[in-house]
Protein backbone atom coordinates (compact mmCIF):
# COMPACT_ATOMS: atom_id res chain seq x y z
CA UNK A 1 0.00 0.00 0.00
CA UNK A 2 2.61 2.25 1.40
CA UNK A 3 4.60 1.79 -2.08
CA UNK A 4 1.47 2.87 -4.78
CA UNK A 5 0.97 5.91 -2.46
CA UNK A 6 2.12 8.84 -5.42
CA UNK A 7 3.13 12.00 -3.69
CA UNK A 8 1.45 15.54 -4.34
CA UNK A 9 4.93 16.36 -7.02
CA UNK A 10 1.98 15.72 -10.10
CA UNK A 11 2.09 18.98 -11.97
CA UNK A 12 -0.62 21.55 -10.81
CA UNK A 13 -1.64 22.22 -14.12
CA UNK A 14 -2.65 18.64 -14.42
CA UNK A 15 -4.62 18.48 -11.24
CA UNK A 16 -6.54 21.84 -11.47
CA UNK A 17 -8.14 20.42 -15.57
CA UNK A 18 -9.13 17.00 -13.74
CA UNK A 19 -10.78 18.97 -10.67
CA UNK A 20 -12.01 21.36 -13.10
CA UNK A 21 -13.88 18.20 -15.52
CA UNK A 22 -15.08 16.84 -11.79
CA UNK A 23 -16.89 20.09 -11.08
CA UNK A 24 -18.47 20.15 -14.45
CA UNK A 25 -19.41 16.77 -13.80
CA UNK A 26 -20.67 16.93 -10.41
CA UNK A 27 -22.72 20.15 -11.24
CA UNK A 28 -24.02 17.79 -14.06
CA UNK A 29 -25.07 15.31 -11.21
CA UNK A 30 -26.55 17.60 -8.82
CA UNK A 31 -29.22 18.78 -11.42
CA UNK A 32 -30.01 14.56 -12.35
CA UNK A 33 -30.45 14.16 -8.82
CA UNK A 34 -32.53 17.20 -7.82
CA UNK A 35 -35.03 15.84 -11.16
CA UNK A 36 -34.61 12.18 -10.84
CA UNK A 37 -35.48 12.68 -6.41
CA UNK A 38 -38.94 13.69 -7.88
CA UNK A 39 -41.85 11.82 -6.82
CA UNK A 40 -39.15 9.86 -4.60
CA UNK A 41 -41.87 9.51 -1.24
CA UNK A 42 -44.72 9.61 -3.45
CA UNK A 43 -44.50 7.04 -5.51
CA UNK A 44 -43.58 4.21 -3.84
CA UNK A 45 -44.11 1.56 -5.05
CA UNK A 46 -43.68 1.26 -8.53
CA UNK A 47 -41.88 0.53 -11.25
CA UNK A 48 -41.03 4.26 -12.11
CA UNK A 49 -39.89 4.69 -8.26
CA UNK A 50 -37.33 1.47 -8.76
CA UNK A 51 -36.27 3.28 -12.19
CA UNK A 52 -35.85 7.13 -9.83
CA UNK A 53 -33.96 4.70 -7.08
CA UNK A 54 -31.32 3.89 -10.13
CA UNK A 55 -31.15 7.09 -11.44
CA UNK A 56 -30.79 8.83 -8.57
CA UNK A 57 -27.97 6.50 -6.98
CA UNK A 58 -26.26 6.96 -10.30
CA UNK A 59 -25.86 10.74 -9.06
CA UNK A 60 -25.13 10.48 -5.05
CA UNK A 61 -21.58 11.23 -5.07
CA UNK A 62 -22.29 14.91 -6.56
CA UNK A 63 -22.54 16.84 -3.18
CA UNK A 64 -19.62 15.00 -1.68
CA UNK A 65 -17.39 15.53 -4.57
CA UNK A 66 -17.86 19.06 -4.52
CA UNK A 67 -16.99 19.36 -0.69
CA UNK A 68 -13.30 16.92 -2.02
CA UNK A 69 -12.41 19.23 -4.70
CA UNK A 70 -12.80 22.26 -2.34
CA UNK A 71 -10.41 20.47 -0.19
CA UNK A 72 -8.16 19.82 -2.41
CA UNK A 73 -7.91 22.99 -3.09
CA UNK A 74 -8.44 25.12 0.15
CA UNK A 75 -6.01 22.28 1.97
CA UNK A 76 -3.49 22.49 -0.59
CA UNK A 77 0.01 23.59 1.04
CA UNK A 78 1.50 25.76 -2.32
CA UNK A 79 -1.79 28.03 -1.32
CA UNK A 80 -1.45 31.06 0.31
CA UNK A 81 -3.95 31.37 2.41
CA UNK A 82 -4.44 34.13 5.26
CA UNK A 83 -7.30 34.04 7.57
CA UNK A 84 -7.98 37.59 6.20
CA UNK A 85 -8.42 36.59 2.88
CA UNK A 86 -10.26 33.43 3.60
CA UNK A 87 -12.68 36.10 4.95
CA UNK A 88 -12.58 38.44 3.19
CA UNK A 89 -13.11 36.59 -0.20
CA UNK A 90 -14.34 32.87 -0.23
CA UNK A 91 -16.24 33.50 3.66
CA UNK A 92 -17.56 36.96 2.36
CA UNK A 93 -19.00 35.20 -0.95
CA UNK A 94 -21.26 32.58 0.67
CA UNK A 95 -22.38 35.00 2.95
CA UNK A 96 -23.37 37.08 -0.28
CA UNK A 97 -24.49 34.35 -2.30
CA UNK A 98 -26.99 33.08 0.39
CA UNK A 99 -28.29 36.36 1.25
CA UNK A 100 -28.76 37.43 -2.52
CA UNK A 101 -30.20 34.34 -3.60
CA UNK A 102 -32.22 33.39 -0.60
CA UNK A 103 -33.84 36.96 -1.55
CA UNK A 104 -34.49 35.80 -4.82
CA UNK A 105 -35.89 32.48 -4.53
CA UNK A 106 -38.40 34.33 -1.97
CA UNK A 107 -39.06 37.79 -2.85
CA UNK A 108 -42.07 38.05 -3.03
CA UNK A 109 -42.63 36.44 0.62
CA UNK A 110 -40.07 38.49 2.15
CA UNK A 111 -41.76 41.31 -0.02
CA UNK A 112 -44.71 40.90 1.77
CA UNK A 113 -43.88 40.40 5.33
CA UNK A 114 -40.75 42.88 6.51
CA UNK A 115 -40.90 41.29 10.41
CA UNK A 116 -39.84 38.62 11.29
CA UNK A 117 -40.99 35.69 8.76
CA UNK A 118 -38.79 37.97 6.02
CA UNK A 119 -35.89 37.11 8.59
CA UNK A 120 -36.72 33.66 8.96
CA UNK A 121 -37.06 33.29 4.90
CA UNK A 122 -33.58 34.93 4.51
CA UNK A 123 -31.94 32.78 6.53
CA UNK A 124 -33.84 29.78 5.79
CA UNK A 125 -33.31 29.79 2.14
CA UNK A 126 -34.17 27.44 -0.11
CA UNK A 127 -33.61 23.72 1.10
CA UNK A 128 -30.89 22.97 -1.51
CA UNK A 129 -28.87 25.57 0.24
CA UNK A 130 -28.23 23.58 3.30
CA UNK A 131 -25.06 23.07 1.43
CA UNK A 132 -24.22 26.63 1.29
CA UNK A 133 -25.06 26.62 5.10
CA UNK A 134 -22.73 23.79 5.78
CA UNK A 135 -19.92 25.02 3.71
CA UNK A 136 -19.61 28.27 5.14
CA UNK A 137 -19.26 26.39 8.67
CA UNK A 138 -16.49 24.53 7.18
CA UNK A 139 -14.50 27.52 5.51
CA UNK A 140 -14.80 29.35 8.54
CA UNK A 141 -12.88 26.17 10.20
CA UNK A 142 -10.20 26.01 7.14
CA UNK A 143 -7.09 27.38 9.27
CA UNK A 144 -8.23 24.48 11.63
CA UNK A 145 -7.88 22.05 8.59
CA UNK A 146 -4.96 23.07 6.83
CA UNK A 147 -2.93 22.71 10.22
CA UNK A 148 -4.65 18.67 10.14
CA UNK A 149 -3.49 18.54 6.61
CA UNK A 150 0.21 19.35 7.62
CA UNK A 151 1.27 16.24 9.20
CA UNK A 152 0.13 12.91 7.00
CA UNK A 153 -0.38 10.81 10.21
CA UNK A 154 -2.59 13.20 11.75
CA UNK A 155 -4.71 13.44 8.60
CA UNK A 156 -5.27 10.24 8.10
CA UNK A 157 -6.21 9.78 11.76
CA UNK A 158 -8.69 12.36 11.08
CA UNK A 159 -10.53 10.32 8.26
CA UNK A 160 -10.45 7.47 10.29
CA UNK A 161 -12.35 9.02 13.31
CA UNK A 162 -14.22 11.08 10.48
CA UNK A 163 -15.64 7.68 8.76
CA UNK A 164 -16.05 5.72 11.69
CA UNK A 165 -18.00 8.54 13.71
CA UNK A 166 -19.89 10.09 11.16
CA UNK A 167 -20.47 7.26 8.72
CA UNK A 168 -20.28 3.80 9.97
CA UNK A 169 -21.38 4.14 13.82
CA UNK A 170 -24.80 5.86 12.79
CA UNK A 171 -25.55 3.89 9.65
CA UNK A 172 -25.26 0.78 11.94
CA UNK A 173 -27.59 1.80 14.44
CA UNK A 174 -30.44 2.72 11.67
CA UNK A 175 -29.93 -1.23 10.38
CA UNK A 176 -28.87 -2.23 14.09
CA UNK A 177 -33.04 -0.86 14.38
CA UNK A 178 -34.64 -3.10 11.80
CA UNK A 179 -32.87 -6.27 13.05
CA UNK A 180 -32.60 -5.75 17.07
CA UNK A 181 -34.35 -4.63 20.25
CA UNK A 182 -35.37 -1.32 19.00
CA UNK A 183 -35.52 0.02 22.88
CA UNK A 184 -31.41 -1.43 23.62
CA UNK A 185 -30.71 0.44 20.35
CA UNK A 186 -31.94 3.70 20.75
CA UNK A 187 -30.16 3.79 24.53
CA UNK A 188 -27.13 2.80 23.09
CA UNK A 189 -27.82 5.46 20.02
CA UNK A 190 -28.57 8.33 22.68
CA UNK A 191 -25.40 7.85 24.27
CA UNK A 192 -23.69 7.67 21.46
CA UNK A 193 -24.88 11.31 20.51
CA UNK A 194 -24.27 12.67 23.39
CA UNK A 195 -20.67 12.49 22.85
CA UNK A 196 -20.90 15.24 19.59
CA UNK A 197 -18.37 13.24 17.90
CA UNK A 198 -20.51 12.83 14.62
CA UNK A 199 -21.59 16.39 14.05
CA UNK A 200 -17.60 17.59 14.86
CA UNK A 201 -17.18 15.20 11.79
CA UNK A 202 -19.68 15.18 9.67
CA UNK A 203 -18.62 16.94 6.16
CA UNK A 204 -15.20 17.80 7.11
CA UNK A 205 -14.43 14.19 6.71
CA UNK A 206 -14.91 14.43 2.87
CA UNK A 207 -13.52 17.73 2.77
CA UNK A 208 -10.62 16.49 4.40
CA UNK A 209 -10.56 13.46 2.60
CA UNK A 210 -10.49 15.31 -0.77
CA UNK A 211 -7.05 16.71 0.11
CA UNK A 212 -6.04 13.45 1.06
CA UNK A 213 -6.89 11.17 -2.39
CA UNK A 214 -5.23 14.16 -4.43
CA UNK A 215 -2.13 14.68 -2.46
CA UNK A 216 -1.36 11.29 -1.74
CA UNK A 217 -2.86 9.38 -4.88
CA UNK A 218 -3.24 5.70 -4.73
CA UNK A 219 -1.42 3.71 -7.35
CA UNK A 220 -3.31 1.29 -9.66
CA UNK A 221 -3.70 -1.75 -7.73
CA UNK A 222 -5.34 0.41 -4.88
CA UNK A 223 -7.49 2.19 -7.48
CA UNK A 224 -8.80 -1.13 -8.92
CA UNK A 225 -10.06 -2.17 -5.17
CA UNK A 226 -11.48 1.26 -4.78
CA UNK A 227 -13.84 1.14 -8.03
CA UNK A 228 -14.39 -2.48 -6.88
CA UNK A 229 -15.83 -0.93 -3.66
CA UNK A 230 -17.44 1.91 -5.28
CA UNK A 231 -19.07 -0.71 -7.80
CA UNK A 232 -20.12 -3.14 -4.86
CA UNK A 233 -21.73 -0.12 -2.80
CA UNK A 234 -23.84 1.09 -6.09
CA UNK A 235 -25.18 -2.28 -5.88
CA UNK A 236 -26.19 -2.17 -2.17
CA UNK A 237 -27.47 1.18 -2.45
CA UNK A 238 -29.95 0.31 -4.48
CA UNK A 239 -30.51 -3.54 -3.49
CA UNK A 240 -30.55 -2.45 0.21
CA UNK A 241 -33.19 0.63 -0.41
CA UNK A 242 -35.33 -1.45 -2.26
CA UNK A 243 -35.10 -4.51 0.54
CA UNK A 244 -35.82 -2.06 3.62
CA UNK A 245 -38.46 -0.04 1.86
CA UNK A 246 -40.24 -3.66 0.87
CA UNK A 247 -39.64 -3.87 4.63
CA UNK A 248 -41.07 -1.05 6.17
CA UNK A 249 -43.45 -0.12 3.61
CA UNK A 250 -42.19 3.11 2.70
CA UNK A 251 -39.66 4.44 0.74
CA UNK A 252 -36.34 4.74 3.10
CA UNK A 253 -33.25 6.83 2.43
CA UNK A 254 -30.79 5.18 4.69
CA UNK A 255 -28.53 3.91 1.84
CA UNK A 256 -28.53 7.24 -0.32
CA UNK A 257 -27.89 9.81 2.41
CA UNK A 258 -24.55 11.83 1.95
CA UNK A 259 -23.21 10.39 5.20
CA UNK A 260 -23.64 6.87 4.70
CA UNK A 261 -20.54 4.52 4.13
CA UNK A 262 -22.13 3.58 0.73
CA UNK A 263 -22.62 6.77 -0.70
CA UNK A 264 -19.06 7.62 0.88
CA UNK A 265 -17.41 4.19 -0.66
CA UNK A 266 -19.47 5.31 -4.08
CA UNK A 267 -18.05 9.00 -3.43
CA UNK A 268 -14.07 8.18 -3.70
CA UNK A 269 -14.49 5.58 -6.15
CA UNK A 270 -15.59 8.48 -8.71
CA UNK A 271 -12.72 10.96 -6.98
CA UNK A 272 -10.71 9.28 -7.88
CA UNK A 273 -11.33 7.71 -10.97
CA UNK A 274 -11.36 11.39 -12.66
CA UNK A 275 -8.01 11.86 -10.55
CA UNK A 276 -6.63 9.11 -12.46
CA UNK A 277 -7.41 10.44 -15.82
CA UNK A 278 -4.83 11.28 -18.23
CA UNK A 279 -6.73 14.51 -20.09
CA UNK A 280 -4.92 16.06 -23.27
CA UNK A 281 -7.05 18.73 -24.50
CA UNK A 282 -6.35 21.05 -27.14
CA UNK A 283 -5.87 24.90 -25.70
CA UNK A 284 -10.09 25.58 -27.15
CA UNK A 285 -11.26 22.72 -25.27
CA UNK A 286 -9.44 23.81 -21.80
CA UNK A 287 -10.72 27.01 -22.05
CA UNK A 288 -14.53 25.37 -22.43
CA UNK A 289 -13.60 23.65 -19.81
CA UNK A 290 -12.42 26.20 -17.35
CA UNK A 291 -15.20 28.23 -18.20
CA UNK A 292 -17.75 25.55 -17.53
CA UNK A 293 -16.09 24.64 -14.29
CA UNK A 294 -16.20 28.78 -13.04
CA UNK A 295 -19.76 28.74 -13.91
CA UNK A 296 -20.55 25.43 -11.92
CA UNK A 297 -21.58 27.54 -8.74
CA UNK A 298 -23.73 29.76 -9.92
CA UNK A 299 -25.69 26.75 -12.06
CA UNK A 300 -26.17 25.50 -8.53
CA UNK A 301 -27.27 28.43 -7.01
CA UNK A 302 -29.95 28.74 -9.85
CA UNK A 303 -30.93 25.39 -11.52
CA UNK A 304 -33.75 24.90 -8.86
CA UNK A 305 -35.81 28.12 -9.60
CA UNK A 306 -36.26 26.78 -12.90
CA UNK A 307 -37.52 23.68 -11.75
CA UNK A 308 -39.92 26.05 -9.60
CA UNK A 309 -40.98 27.42 -12.49
CA UNK A 310 -41.61 24.60 -14.63
CA UNK A 311 -43.12 22.54 -11.51
CA UNK A 312 -45.46 25.55 -11.53
CA UNK A 313 -46.68 24.62 -15.15
CA UNK A 314 -47.50 21.19 -14.44
CA UNK A 315 -44.28 20.32 -15.41
CA UNK A 316 -41.71 17.72 -13.68
CA UNK A 317 -39.87 14.50 -14.38
CA UNK A 318 -43.09 12.65 -14.41
CA UNK A 319 -44.59 14.90 -17.41
CA UNK A 320 -43.40 12.04 -19.78
CA UNK A 321 -41.91 8.43 -19.15
CA UNK A 322 -39.50 8.93 -16.46
CA UNK A 323 -36.68 6.93 -18.43
CA UNK A 324 -36.04 9.10 -21.01
CA UNK A 325 -37.85 12.28 -19.84
CA UNK A 326 -35.22 13.14 -17.00
CA UNK A 327 -32.59 13.00 -19.02
CA UNK A 328 -33.98 15.33 -21.00
CA UNK A 329 -35.32 17.45 -18.23
CA UNK A 330 -32.01 17.61 -16.78
CA UNK A 331 -30.18 18.69 -19.98
CA UNK A 332 -33.45 21.27 -20.54
CA UNK A 333 -32.43 22.89 -16.74
CA UNK A 334 -28.85 22.36 -17.49
CA UNK A 335 -28.53 24.49 -20.67
CA UNK A 336 -30.99 27.30 -19.22
CA UNK A 337 -28.63 27.50 -16.12
CA UNK A 338 -25.28 27.64 -17.56
CA UNK A 339 -27.33 30.25 -19.92
CA UNK A 340 -27.68 32.17 -16.72
CA UNK A 341 -24.99 31.92 -14.72
CA UNK A 342 -22.88 33.19 -18.01
CA UNK A 343 -25.18 36.49 -18.42
CA UNK A 344 -24.86 37.28 -14.82
CA UNK A 345 -20.90 36.41 -14.99
CA UNK A 346 -20.88 39.77 -16.96
CA UNK A 347 -21.99 41.72 -14.86
CA UNK A 348 -19.58 43.83 -12.19
CA UNK A 349 -19.56 42.85 -9.01
CA UNK A 350 -22.66 40.09 -9.53
CA UNK A 351 -20.05 37.54 -10.91
CA UNK A 352 -17.53 38.22 -8.13
CA UNK A 353 -20.04 37.80 -5.02
CA UNK A 354 -23.04 36.33 -6.45
CA UNK A 355 -21.82 33.74 -8.52
Same mark, same amino acid.
Not at 147 to 169: D, M, P
Not at 298 to 312: K, M, Q, T
Given at each position: ??????????????????????? @???? @?????????????????? *??? #?? /??????? /?? $? #??????????????????????????? &?????????????? *????????????? &??????????????????????????? @?????????????? $?????????????????????????????????????????????? &?????????????????????????????????????????????????????????????????????? @???????? $?????????????? $? /??????????????????? &???????????????????????????? #??????????????
Amino acid at each position: MAKEIVSSSAPQAHRALDLDLLR @VAAA @VAVVWLHVSAQHFIDGYP *SAQ #WT /LRLCYQS /LV $R #WCVPVFLMISGALFLNAERKLSVRRLY &GRNVLRIVVAFLGW *SYVYSFQRINADH &GTLALSLLLTGPSHFWYLKMLLGIYIA @VPVFRAIAKNRATE $RYFIIVAIACAFVVPFAFTIAKQHCDVAAVNVVKKFYDSLYINVVA &GYSGYFVLGHYLCAYRPGPCTRKIIYAGGAVALAAVVCGTIFYSHRTGKAVNWFINYLTPTTLAVSVAVY @VWFGALSL $RLSEKCRRVLVQAS $R /LSFGVYLVHVLYIRWAVSH &GIDSSWLHPAYFIPLYTLSILAVSYFTA #WVLSKIPYVNRYLL
